[in-house]
């Protein structure tokens, strides 16, 4: 999307946001209706990372994720196919959202290790027939605004002097402000990797992210008069969203918190190990020889309890029905040791920040 770099400080921010949101209100339907969907966490997760290792803008990642969804709700697609399509639909937009210096090459693609593992190989005659499929598939229309299209306007004003921090005055409003980037990110990343998310207006998700950010940092209001004017959008029109943002969040702090307390039982138990057989059949061996110790993975520290929504009852009702929104959760709490792990594939995005 040819949009100059930092558009929503210009004097064109607010013409730009409406046309975003026009243009979203003609987006194509999502249907869920893909023999392959229980796939397309992985093929999400394949699209960040190639996108993290060119160090592309988030608008094209979300691009080439809602490419891809649209495309497997049209078409039944083989797995192998599907890595084609997906990096594909990547390269697409990230021609269409990003600098032509920026965009990856054949190459350098081919030469990624995660493709060997994949068992492909990118021929420049496969991706232009891929491409144009794709482009006919949309009738040569990327122009579809994402969340992360409307995230930055909406960030614009997200952490004002006047707000509060627990009730109190915020002692630095530029940490503040950088926090609050990151929460966003971070919940951008938990939209992207489910598919629920579609249900609801890109405009929506991105202002539910600001809101949910609002909440994890405890700033009040949780939704300000500024927020709503500029979004369009009421509190009680985030909520069923945001529930859904915070359920993810707190799988994964809980998620954390279990890898913190199994990293010290492990590493006593490979202690021990390292003892018994220092004392038995590794004293003759030469140094070379010692096995050496897996690196254990890094938890998030502890933070915030779960009961964030109703830490904003002077703003807005509380909604009722978290029953029915975990229900339709259920698809992605059954992958094994993937409980919306967002920090394994994304730089900006940790469950939890230090306050």
């Known amino acids: 999307m040819e949009l100059e770099d930092q558009w929503w400080k210009g004097q064109l921010a607010a013409d730009i946001y409406q046309a975003l949101r026009y243009k979203e209100l003609k987006l194509p339907s999502f249907k869920g209706q893909s023999p392959q969907l229980n796939l397309r966490r992985y093929f999400a997760d394949l699209i960040a ?28 697609v083989t797995v192998q196919q599907l890595h084609m399509v997906s990096l594909s639909c990547l390269l697409l937009a990230s021609k269409f959202e990003e600098r032509e210096d920026r965009v990856p090459k054949l190459e350098t693609l081919n030469d990624l290790g995660c493709m060997s593992s994949m068992n492909l190989v990118l021929t420049k005659q496969g991706l232009l027939h891929m491409e144009l499929l794709l482009l006919e598939t949309f009738q040569w229309n990327l122009y579809l605004p994402t969340a992360a299209h409307f ?36 919940f951008l990343e938990v939209s992207l990797q489910d598919h629920v998310f579609l249900c609801f207006a890109p405009s929506l998700v991105a202002a539910a992210c600001v ?3 609002r909440l994890i940092l405890h700033l009040s209001p949780t939704w300000p ?15 069923p969203c945001t529930e859904k943002l915070l359920i993810a969040h707190d799988s994964d702090v809980k998620e954390a918190n279990k890898q913190k307390c199994q990293q ?21 061996r030469t140094n070379a020889q010692y096995p050496q110790q897996a690196p254990q993975p890094v938890a998030a520290p502890n933070h915030l309890p779960a009961s964030y929504l109703s830490h904003s ?37 940790a469950p939890c920040f230090d306050r």
């Open 264 to 284: 010290p039982n492990q590493q006593q138990q490979q202690q021990g190990q390292t003892v018994y057989h220092t004392s038995a059949q590794y004293l003759n």
């Open 151 to 186: 995230t930055d306007y909406y960030l614009s004003i997200a952490v004002h002097e006047g707000d509060l921090h627990d009730g109190w005055p915020m002692k630095c409003l530029e940490k503040t402000k950088l926090y609050m980037a990151k929460y966003v990110d971070y």
């Open 313 to 349: 009852t002077a703003n807005g009702p509380q909604s009722s029905n978290t029953q029915t929104i975990s229900t339709s959760l259920e698809a992605k709490s059954n992958i094994p040791n993937r409980a919306f792990q967002v920090s394994m594939h994304y730089t900006c995005a």
């Open 211 to 213: 809101a949910a950010s």
């Open 49 to 76: 990372i190639v996108s993290n290792r060119f160090r592309l803008c988030p608008t094209a990642r979300h691009l080439a994720v809602y490419l891809l969804d649209l495309f497997m709700d049209r078409y039944d």
């Open 225 to 239: 008069p500024r927020l709503q004017r500029l979004t369009g959008y009421a509190w009680e029109n985030l909520i």
